[in-house]
Each structure stands twice: as structure tokens, then as C-alpha cells.
């Protein structure tokens, strides 16, 4: 059975780093695409960033470009998200998610993924 478990997440100052892990089992990161996403109460869940399959594509949202960089282990079937510059406005819960995809394409589209994690609190405050 496929499963994601997010972990990583905390208090953090406001100009902080955090890096998130993504441990995947049941599954491979061979054939999957990984997208991070989160989501705040009362907000729709938006996606922050993907990485690829194949290639190591990456995809950001303009919010993160610059400050959040995804990456991907395959041999330890892990993807990361590093934050840097933690802002307020970053305060989520972040989820990781699966889409079996072979492609070097990946989507930041909630509706692409199959698989999804319990997601970890991230709260940027001072």
C-alpha cells in the first residue's frame, strides 16, 4: 500500500530555514512525480512546488521562487523542500503528494496526484 509521511515541520522564526522531508513506501520515485502543496483554515490547498519523474524538473510558486527549493533522493525514496526566508504568510500545513507520471514534466494541480500524506504544521512566527 502507497503511503507519504511528511515530517520536518515546526516553529520557526520569521527569516528562518526548515526543510521538509517526504518518506514515500509502497511506491516509487522512479515513476512518480512529487508535488508539495499546503493550506491554511478556511483556504483552498495550493501548490507550491513539483519535482519530475524523470529529469529532475522543478515547478514553484511565484510566492516561494528564490526561497524553497525541492529536491529528490531516490535511493532513500525521499523528496525535500528547503525553506529559506520563512514568512508569516508561509504558515500551513504542508503536504506532500504522488502522481504516477514518467514524464519530465510535473504539476502543481491538486486534481494530478494520486497519492497523499497527512501533512506537517509549518508555523513562521516570531
Known amino acids: 500500500q502507497a503511503q507519504l509521511v511528511e515530517s520536518g515541520g515546526g516553529l520557526v522564526q520569521p527569516g528562518g530555514s526548515l526543510r521538509l522531508s517526504c518518506a514515500a513506501s509502497?511506491?516509487?520515485?522512479?515513476?512518480?512525480?512529487i508535488g508539495w502543496f499546503r493550506q491554511v483554515p478556511g483556504k483552498e490547498r495550493e501548490g507550491v512546488s513539483c519535482i519530475s519523474s524523470r529529469g529532475g524538473t522543478t515547478n514553484y510558486a511565484d510566492s516561494v521562487k528564490g526561497r524553497f527549493t525541492i529536491s529528490r533522493d531516490n535511493a532513500k525514496n525521499t523528496v525535500y523542500l528547503q525553506m529559506n526566508s520563512l514568512k508569516p504568510e508561509d504558515t500551513a500545513v504542508y503536504y506532500c503528494a504522488a502522481d504516477y507520471r514518467l514524464s519530465t514534466r510535473c504539476s502543481t494541480t491538486m486534481g494530478a496526484y494520486d497519492y497523499w500524506g497527512q501533512g506537517t504544521q509549518v508555523t513562521v512566527s516570531s
Open positions: 509502497g511506491l516509487s520515485l522512479d515513476y512518480h512525480a
